[in-house]
């Protein structure tokens, strides 16, 4: 499957991956995104040009991370154990899958992050009615705050998708770092993840 082909379900799996519960991806109601410029389509080059991270910022929490490139920006709301929670996704794709963070209006310690973690790989499944699973799950601490580590892996239409999350617990938001992309692409798309968690702070 090609790049070009590929783009716009990635970033639609993506969101699906981010969102905790209750969104679904390309419904009008659930999100509100502005126009985003062309996905940059890359074919067979000798070396890939240089890519531009840019800093990009939660205008309500503050939050900011760089990313490769100008976000694509989706909003919705979302409903967990019963109560409205807003969140909104910043991710771009790239050649080798997609890339981006989320932030939930919620405290992230008020539900254990291994429940999170089952809220994600949940709500992929009801919005693509594919399964998500999880490996390599660990604790670990992000500036001081508690987070949760996880490699992701799905079967699609023959292409295996591969990724990683980590799920933060900071006092007044649940924040999400995420990668997903073939499973080919494995490699690179760890050093984005990586790349994407060295550059997110959270006030």
Do not use: C
Request: proline fraction near 9%; glycine fraction near 6%.
């Amino acid at each position: 499957m090609t790049h070009r082909s590929r783009t716009p379900r990635l970033v639609t799996l993506s969101v699906s991956v981010v969102l905790i519960a209750g969104g679904v991806p390309g419904s009008a109601t659930a999100f509100a995104a502005p126009s985003a410029p062309a996905p940059l389509h890359v074919t067979a080059l000798p070396a890939a040009p240089a890519v531009e991270w840019v800093e990009t910022t939660d205008p309500p929490s503050g939050i900011t991370a760089e990313l490769p490139g100008k976000a694509t920006v989706r909003k919705a709301t979302v409903s967990i154990e019963g109560k409205e929670v807003d969140a909104r996704v910043y991710l771009v794709d790239t050649p080798d899958g997609a890339v981006g963070f989320a932030v939930h209006d919620m405290p992230g310690d008020q539900y254990p992050l291994e429940d999170n973690l089952q809220r994600v790989l949940e709500s992929y499944m009801q919005n693509t009615a594919e399964p998500l699973t999880s490996s390599n799950v660990h604790k670990v601490t992000f500036d001081g705050r508690p987070a949760l580590d996880a490699r992701l892996t799905s079967e699609t239409d023959g292409e295996p998708l591969a990724g990683f999350i980590r799920l933060i617990a900071d006092d007044t938001h649940l924040v999400q770092a995420l990668t997903l992309g073939p499973k080919t692409h494995e490699k690179a798309l760890k050093a984005l993840h990586e790349r994407l968690l060295n550059d997110l702070r959270i006030p």
